[in-house]
């Protein structure tokens, strides 16, 4: 008999239970003295025998807690438990007879020990599902059903998990017999009501209400339970795949080993690897499936591989049809016998694999993707196992169904947040508005209108960022691109009219000396396209023609054309690094922006868009009508007013911190427009985006257009300067709302104590605009404790 005993010397030591358990086969031999009173001899035979052992040792009718009992009576045990456990069916029968809440087994069938054993020296028998912690409960439950005749549906299928020889995880479902076991209530005991009970079903986890019920050790238990074993290994492996499929709180790596293991069992092959791959229809290609984890081996690391360059024609009409398994079970033997033509057997043979299933996951109307199994071993995997895979296809594909979806969404949210301005703090009314056409649509069968959404009676917030000189720095760039690319065209047409005179090249060395001059002495708005036309229509075709006929100039020639930009033509240095510059600027603003916008969207909901043109700004209406609420009051607004003027000085320390990680040393401003009065605000449906409603309130789109470009009165210079804050505003209320900010955040050392009151030249249609303007103090990183004005700053920074 195989022991797999625990190592305690009683069953009861080290467990606290309601039950004082004892091994008793009492509950059996009273079936074999039912049998000895039958008219069948040979039953009446077998039971005395059965009855003789006991009556010679009448500690296994009387019971026992001593695990070394089972030991000095195993001969006994194994005769009374012989018609149990058949000795014609214990080689295929999987069978135990144990201790019930613990891994205690005392007999066992041929079959069982040979799977343990096959496990290894190292495997220790565990029921994998079984709740440690609810075991006080479940025995609770258990002398429900068996002392107060309650029927609990409470019963749930527990497993093994027990490796094969090869190391292949299998899994074994355990059915229990519990028809040899007594459980008697001790005088101790409480006597339960019909109350009680109720109270019970309705607080399962109160384990301190069932121990109060059923105290430790208020019941003895005397018997034994057979446990009938099955494997199961498919069945739950299919079931672990559809949970490791559908479970979305599951990073995708995890998911992925959780489906090589399972695949393992499902298939009998130790270390399955499993690829996806999604399908593209429209430029029939296979793709990979983004995420950390998910691996494609049909793609081998690329991002798409065209059908015809991952498999052969008839293999990709089997599987876009979507009704085909394609196995290899030699990957090399395919290979030689295509001779190395077939794309799939040089993909799977270039990684090392020797076996491989490929399945179309389809629904009816479209390929969406393939399943890859692979393997290291050859004949692994073959089209007879490819057949276990019918069962979990349907599962496959829903996920594959729901990947796409939320690829979709996730294709559409990005739209939305990037391409249009439905923020969530309105989503409310366009989703209320969505649901009205649908339910008209539903009622009437005709197409309605999609209503008017507006938002009244709320105030706006304008604030920007801007790139100073930006016109200039693109200027400049473009000139220098221009002229580089200038000078080397002409060294090359000199050197080649040293050689062999022409009269194409003195032309167009003629030409390239006026433009020259040009760029230096009168360089407009459309001279950046006149010269690059001249470069790209006269200046290449001749260095292409020189190319041919002056050996000794080929390298010259080569190193030209190697700096420019295939896609413009032109050499496109300097002004690459300027737009890389705008666009690293827009980007890292605009992140921070949003990110602080978190926070600000957390004290109140209000409306929000930013944009990026050279800088960043952006739009907040903040009202009673956006978050539909009975909560708006003066005192959010001006919280959000402050917030937004410090954003706007750490999104400057923020970029002053990292200038040196740009391309190009630029500067930057920052300007807030307050706008004192509520106006409303309607979705344009042509533009996508909100703008102002209403005549009146134009003149706030006016201002927010033309405020960047105003002059401080009597002055040829603007309002907004790199290094301070300019706040533009028109109402005296305003001026003094804004200097109690501005004391706030100088207390903060945020701002310097040189403030400015200045008046600004009128724009076309608006008058009567004001300005505070303020330095603003920076540190050279977020660790510097100390404050800088920007002229410091720019000083420190030359020094360092």
Request: negative net charge.
């Amino acid at each position: 008999m195989t022991n797999l005993f625990m190592d305690i010397l009683d069953i009861n030591d080290n467990i606290e239970s309601p039950l004082n358990l004892k091994v008793s086969f009492n509950g059996l031999l009273e079936r074999y003295e039912r049998l000895a009173k039958s008219n069948n001899p040979v039953e009446v035979e077998n039971a005395k025998r059965v009855i003789a052992i006991a009556e010679a040792n009448p500690i296994l009718r009387d019971g026992f807690s001593e695990l070394s009992i089972l030991d000095e009576y195993e001969t006994e045990i194994k005769e009374i438990l012989r018609d149990t456990f058949d000795p014609l069916l214990t080689a295929n029968e999987i069978k135990t007879a144990s201790v019930p809440f613990h891994n205690v087994i005392f007999n066992a069938s041929e079959r069982f020990k040979s799977i343990i054993e096959a496990a290894g020296d190292n495997f220790e028998l565990e029921i994998q599902n079984m709740p440690m912690d609810r075991m006080y409960i479940i025995a609770c439950t258990v002398i429900l059903t068996r002392c107060y005749r309650y029927n609990f549906n409470f019963k749930r299928p527990f497993f093994y998990e027990i490796p094969d020889a090869a190391g292949i995880k299998r899994f074994y479902k355990i059915l229990y017999n519990a028809d040899f076991i007594d459980i008697i209530p001790k005088a101790s005991a409480p006597r339960l009501t019909e109350k009680d009970i109720e109270v019970l079903l309705d607080n399962f986890d109160d384990l301190d209400l069932w121990k109060a019920k059923f105290p430790p050790n208020s019941y003895d238990f005397k018997g034994f339970v057979i446990s009938n074993i099955f494997d199961v290994t498919d069945d739950q492996s299919i079931s672990n795949i559809k949970s490791s499929l559908i479970d979305i709180n599951k990073r995708n790596d995890e998911v992925m080993a959780d489906l090589h293991e399972a695949f393992s069992s499902l298939m009998g092959v130790k270390n399955i690897k499993v690829g996806f791959s999604m399908f593209n229809e429209e430029t029939k290609s296979f793709e990979r499936i983004k995420g950390e984890g998910v691996q494609s081996f049909v793609l081998n690391g690329k991002e798409m591989v065209g059908c015809d360059a991952a498999f052969c024609e008839r293999s990709y009409k089997a599987i876009h049809s979507g009704s085909d398994f394609f196995s290899v079970s030699d990957v090399d033997l395919y290979y030689e016998m295509s001779k190395g033509r077939a794309p799939q057997y040089q993909i799977l043979k270039e990684q090392g694999f020797k076996s491989a299933i490929i399945a179309p996951i389809a629904n009816q109307n479209e390929l969406l993707g393939i399943l890859e199994l692979v393997s290291y071993q050859p004949r692994a995997l073959n089209s007879l196992n490819a057949n276990k895979l019918i069962d979990i296809m349907p599962f496959i594909l829903m996920a594959v169904e729901r990947i796409k979806r939320e690829e979709e969404n996730l294709v559409e949210a990005i739209i939305q947040q990037e391409c249009t301005s439905i923020h969530s703090s309105v989503h409310w009314r366009f989703a209320e508005e969505a649901k009205n056409f649908i339910h008209t649509v539903a009622e009437t069968g005709e197409k309605p209108i999609f209503r008017k959404i507006s938002f009244d009676n709320v105030y706006p917030l304008f604030g920007q960022i801007d790139v100073k000189g930006s016109s200039q720095a693109r200027n400049t760039a473009t000139q220098r691109d221009l002229n580089l690319q200038l000078s080397l065209a002409q060294d090359i047409v000199e050197k080649a009219l040293e050689i062999k005179y022409l009269p194409i090249y003195e032309q167009t060395k003629f030409q390239i000396k006026e433009y020259v001059v040009m760029l230096e002495k009168s360089f407009k708005v459309d001279s950046e396209h006149e010269i690059s036309n001249f470069l790209r229509e006269e200046v290449n075709p001749v260095l292409r023609l020189i190319n041919k006929n002056v050996e000794t100039l080929k390298d010259r020639i080569d190193d030209y054309f190697n700096r420019i930009d295939e896609d413009l033509e032109v050499i496109y240095f300097y002004r690459r690094d300027y737009d890389e510059t705008i666009r690293m600027i827009n980007n890292n603003m605009a992140a921070m922006l949003d990110d602080k916008q978190e926070e600000a969207q957390a004290v109140y909901p209000h409306y929000y868009e930013r944009f990026k043109t050279d800088g960043v700004e952006h739009n907040m209406y903040i009202g009673e009508s956006i978050t539909k609420e009975d909560s708006f009051s003066p005192i959010l607004l001006y919280n959000l007013r402050l917030w937004q003027l410090q954003v706007m000085v750490e999104m400057e320390n923020e970029y002053y911190q990292n200038q040196d990680q740009y391309p190009v040393a630029l500067d930057v401003a920052s300007m807030v427009l307050v706008f004192n009065q509520p106006l409303s605000i309607r979705f344009r449906q042509d533009e996508k985006r909100f703008d102002v409603d209403g005549t009146y309130n134009a003149r706030y789109e006016v201002v927010k257009k033309r405020v960047d470009k105003a002059y401080i009165k009597g002055t040829t210079k603007r309002a907004t300067v790199k290094g301070k804050l300019t706040i533009i505003y028109s109402q005296k209320e305003d001026e003094l709302e804004y200097v109690r900010y501005i004391k706030f955040m100088q207390s903060k050392n945020m701002l310097d104590n040189d403030l400015e009151f200045l008046e600004l030249e009128d724009l076309q249609g608006v008058t009567g605009l004001k300005a505070l303007r303020v330095s603003i103090l920076y540190h050279k990183d977020s660790e510097d404790k100390n404050f800088y004005t920007y002229q410091d700053l720019m000083d420190t920074i030359r020094h360092d």
